[in-house]
């Protein structure tokens, strides 16, 4: 019998990793707040290197803070209680309640993750306690069984907040069927039981052409079909939960000659972070924003550099030389190239990055690619924090946040970039063509971002509301999810918790 003193909630597990989660957690939180509920996104463990900085001072995966914007509410450390931040392919930095726990590498995670539950319940307890609804995002599959001792992310959880579940398949991966039936086949009987519904999700095309298809995996796993989701392309027009999504091209109706474009170079390095500084740019019709990988060098039509920000600030650095993307980014600058640095980009962009306890894995001090005349030391204490203020050169208002251990100093920084909540920070090169800054978020604004891309190239085209587009295009998918499933039968799941 479901407990009355508890909120309505129900999770949302996938079937395979990137099936759509997050996005479907976002249009149910929207949807169901446009009906009068107070509605909470919440995910137990999260990994990502894109966080977002919360009022209370700590962080969160992006995504978490993009549903709680569909939620109309602000980001708190309980949404998203674990956070995983790789530093090497075998370890992660562990934020646990928005602050740092510790650095683990997978095995040990793995053994002690079940440390982490009574802090996961803490926090769904605290959101449990002012709504009406919650909505949890599982992490990965209930399918890999492997790791359901001690599990905190998916079924574990499900199991210590007493949760009902609904399963999301991909169908655009291929082989939905025997995803969902073969997750169903996996799972022992107990998990298998929380489990009451399914939804396909990102088909191309007349959805009742799948209807075979529902009704296999019906007919296979007892489970209740929601329903189909189609396409939605507009998600493109979302803060990309992975780097990847940034590569997806954007089309507007206005298009721009790609010849008079503003053109900016990001070179992906492995452990970019707070990749969402992008999103607003790659969005304007004005510029043409092109993610190089490992492998290639930089264009040599550049308008703009962009070193965004980075997890392990000095392995990007050792990676950044090993592509000779250093070579590129000189000659660029050379040729009366601009470069911004986000963070670890501003870091690298400096004399010498100084890690004397070695917190990021590599002990001692590096040169770093010289072009701002300041040096960096990493030290153990964390600043995170919302911050908002404007720009000294446009006086143009800025509002964001920063994520980072280190201090910076140099001569550059008599040429600060912004003043935040009355005190100057960044630097900018003695001949104006070099920027770093901690800040993040700021090509939010779009009053900033179209002078930013003013002093780059005058007569750069900018005409993107990026705020009234992240909100139209979160209205518009709670439409569209409305529309193919049925959201009445999602809420009358949850109240059988």
Not at 48 to 63: F, K, Q, V
Not at 472 to 497: G, N, S
């Amino acid at each position: 019998m479901a407990d009355n003193r508890r909120p309505p909630a129900i999770m949302i597990q996938g079937a395979g990793s990137n099936v759509g989660k997050s996005l479907i957690v976002a249009g149910l939180c929207r949807a169901f707040s446009r009906r009068g509920l107070k509605v909470r996104p919440f995910k137990p463990q999260n990994m990502s290197n894109n966080a977002a900085a919360t009022p209370e001072g700590g962080e969160i995966g992006r995504a978490q803070a993009l549903q709680a914007k569909a939620c109309g509410v602000p980001p708190s450390i309980h949404m998203n209680p674990v956070l995983l931040k790789p530093e090497t392919d075998t370890g992660s930095q562990i934020i646990v309640q928005g602050r740092r726990w510790g650095t683990m590498r997978a095995r040990e995670f793995g053994q002690r993750k079940s440390e982490l539950l009574p802090a996961v319940m803490d926090s769904f307890a605290k959101l449990s306690s002012m709504v009406d609804l919650i909505v949890v995002e599982g992490a990965g599959s209930p399918a890999e069984v492997n790791l359901r001792e001690g599990d905190i992310a998916n079924m574990g959880f499900a199991e210590a907040a007493d949760l009902p579940v609904i399963l999301a398949g991909d169908i655009e991966r291929g082989g939905v069927i025997a995803n969902l039936v073969g997750t169903h086949a996996v799972l022992p009987s107990a998990d298998r039981d929380r489990i009451k519904a399914f939804i396909v999700n990102k088909f191309r095309g007349d959805v009742s052409l799948f209807d075979g298809g529902m009704k296999a995996i019906a007919d296979h796993t007892g489970w209740s079909p929601l329903g189909v989701i189609p396409y939605f392309d507009d998600a493109r027009l979302l803060p990309a939960e992975d780097i990847l999504d940034l590569d997806r091209p954007v089309d507007q109706e206005e298009q721009t000659s790609e010849d008079t474009k503003l053109k900016i170079i990001v070179p992906v390095m492995g452990r970019i972070a707070n990749y969402d500084d992008l999103d607003p740019l790659k969005l304007e019709p004005g510029v043409h924003l092109e993610l190089v990988h490992r492998g290639r060098p930089l264009p040599l039509d550049a308008d703009l550099v962009i070193l965004p920000g980075s997890k392990s600030t000095i392995g990007d650095l050792i990676a950044l030389r090993e592509e000779g993307w250093d070579i590129d980014i000189a000659a660029h600058i050379r040729r009366g190239g601009h470069v911004l640095g986000l963070c670890g980009g501003y870091q690298i962009l400096g004399k010498t990055i100084d890690d004397p306890e070695g917190i990021e894995g590599h002990l001692g001090c590096y040169y770093g690619l010289g072009h701002l005349d300041v040096a960096t030391k990493l030290l153990p204490d964390k600043v995170i924090r919302p911050v908002n203020g404007h720009h000294l050169s446009s006086k143009e208002p800025v509002d964001g946040y920063e994520i980072h251990i280190g201090r910076t100093e140099g001569s550059d920084c008599a040429r600060p970039v912004f003043e935040i909540e009355k005190r100057n920070t960044g630097a900018t090169s003695a001949n104006g063509q070099i920027i770093g800054t901690y800040v993040h978020g700021v090509f939010g604004r779009d009053g900033f971002r179209r002078a930013f891309l003013k002093s780059i190239r005058d007569g750069a085209a900018s005409n993107v509301n990026y705020e009234a587009t992240v909100e139209q295009t979160l209205d518009a998918f709670a439409d569209h999810l409305e529309h193919a499933i049925d959201t009445d039968q999602v809420l009358e799941i949850a109240r059988t918790r």
